[in-house]
């Protein structure tokens, strides 16, 4: 019924198989929607925030979103800027896999916020001292940029194709796209700098507080590294569930491999200067403060939390990925990769939750928090949103430009390179 | 700021004796009333309904006959380098450099709630829920506050009203100045006790100018560099000891430093 849609070369599965998987995620998307329609109704009682967990899961998904979203800014960095042309081979996914991450925690800001009606005052009453400014125009603008990579790939949709302005227009787009690279590689670095910053300049949360470099404290470039370290490593992984999912070769193994040795070394420096920023922190805020290192690890978020951040899941897939016998093996490379996640996620967790968690004042109570079904359904809500529009992409556009050469499509035993099912005019 | 702060002069403070704060709850109770806070359905959420001056019950940890309770009342620190105004995005809380107030615009705010994360304090409060009032008790409140709305942070202004009040009254009478008197927050108005004092640590004809300058005279959170403008006083060295964060060893030099 879609084959006209679907890009030449190319085979998907029937719409019989394709629309319960469809019906299922949008399920998922319909529960944070109405979870997102009780927040706007009744206010954000609708979860177990409270004066002292002023940020909860939303901020933690949206901080690990933008970090894993990180992929399709360093990848159109490495792919037009550096000039890395075999992974042109990803590109398209990565701007996909970006555009959603984006996307959703935008969204989700907008729910987080008491009053979604003022969203705009940042922009209009904007604090250029607050780095939460910073973060604002950054993503919006960095959205926007997505939103312009974006487009070419779906004007090269078969039938929009045909159009004959839509076709000029992706083309002009597509050649200037070095420029929206280094646009979005500029408005990414400070936004995710920023994110980190946010935190470093708690001065008065001594768990979060860093001195740094001028106005930017050491977060800023920890949180900047971090996430071009789990980028790539989430696209992968993203590229490879949609392998194993559609049964199909999409990148070739090569791919892979450099993703996961960019991703590896970056992952390693982060961790190195993770650890020498968490020695001087240690050393110097901490005591500072008047509190010893273990006064932060207490209850559910005890010591094994940095252990798990910085040692399982930090310097563990750090070694897988950038040594090459690990990482050929494709069990220890996605095993890899979603550790290095983990870790960074782990990490934007223990910067929201934690900071709020221990209490500043000695006679103030330790507080825990679990979110409500509605955070719950609105996070998860996301996923499911950017499931779908993955799942849209990969079958209506030519996502992956090696998919026809490496899944030769068949007819009566003989690979043609255009499916023959489809007429194209 | 410091330099207008300076150039200026005026900067507001409150000094609460502990000594004498019997923990009544009767400045809690005028601050509502005053600011025209609303009452939650469910009040004993402590973590959710709206004080803007909150009570915490210290003990000195030792068993019977040497237990020792002492109350704080936390309202806003009005901190000199107040931590959650530099992070507003959209500037809707700001140090006045003539009063050293800190303020919340709540028309403006977002409920981001960044504030709130600065603050080590708690001294912030989103209103998560609408304001609601029990019927009859709209009828009493207060024309020179503006009820706030759901989703919007707010926070005590050391009855910011109250100050333009008196101004308008000295204006009125050809002053420029203000007596020590007539500008006085509800909380401090209404302590039975008399433990909390209010005025102009810069002008040396208030009492908080003299106050502040005694022995057993503490801050909370100093050494965060918030330079908070609540004074506290106690003369238990426990008390003052749980007020911020020390190492081993290091408050009994302070002490012996004071003894």
Known sequence: MDLALIPNGVQRCSLKRFLPWMLLWSLVVAWGLVSAF????????????????????????????????????????LTHIIGKEDLKAIINAAVVIGFICYSAAIAMLGVDIGQPLRGWFIFWHANVHSMLTEVSFCIT???????????????????????????????????????????GTFLSFFHQGSLGGLFGVLFARPFAFREGFLIWPWTFFLFILSSIAAGPSFTLLCVWVAKKVTGKELVKRGVFNMLAKISGWLLTAYIILKILDTISWAYGVVPRAGLSFMDFYEGPYG????????????????????????????????????????????????????????????????????????EWGIALGAVGYGILLFSLSYRYLPLFPQEAELNPVKVLGKAVTDSGLVQRR | MKKEEKASGTRYAMVIDLDACTGC???????????????????????????????????????????????????????????????????????????????QIYTRCIGCRYCMAACPYQARDFNWFDPSFPEGMDRYLSPEVSPRMRGVVEKCTFCHHRLMRAKAKAYTEGRRYLKEDEYIPACAQACPAKAITFGDPNNPAHMVSELIKGPYVFRLLERLGTEPKVYYISTKHWVRRMADNYLSGEFSTLRSQLE
């Open chain 2, 25 to 103: 709850g009767v400045c809690v109770v005028a601050c509502a009333s005053e600011n025209n806070i609303p009452v939650m359905f469910d009040e004993s959420d402590k973590t959710r309904n709206i004080t803007w001056i909150q009570i915490y019950i210290l003990a000195n940890g030792k068993g019977f006959p040497e237990t020792q309770l002492i109350y704080i009342p936390r309202p806003c620190m009005q901190c000199g380098n107040p931590p959650c105004v530099p992070v507003c995005p959209v500037t809707a809380t700001r140090k006045d450099p003539n009063t050293g107030i800190v303020s």
């Open chain 1, 38 to 77: 009780l927040c706007f109704y009744k206010g954000l009682n609708q979860t177990n925030m409270n004066h002292y967990f002023a940020f909860g899961l939303w901020i933690t998904f949206d901080l690990s979103l933008i970090a894993l979203g990180a992929g399709a800014f360093f990848t159109g960095f």
């Open chain 1, 303 to 374: 010591i094994w939390l940095m252990i798990a951040e910085i040692g399982i899941f930090g310097i563990i897939p750090a070694i897988i990925l950038i040594t090459p016998r690990l990482r050929e093996r494709n069990g220890l490379l996605i095993i890899g990769a979603l550790m290095n996640i983990t870790g960074i996620a782990l990490n934007r967790f223990a910067f929201t939750i934690q900071t709020l968690t221990i209490p500043v004042m000695p006679f103030d109570v330790f507080m825990s928090y679990f979110p409500t079904w509605q």
């Open chain 1, 141 to 183: 603008a960095y959205l926007g940029v997505l939103t312009i990579e974006y487009l070419p790939l779906i004007f090269s949709n078969r039938k929009l194709n045909e159009i004959r302005e839509f076709s000029i227009f992706g083309d002009n787009l597509h050649r200037t796209m070095a420029v929206f690279a280094a646009a």
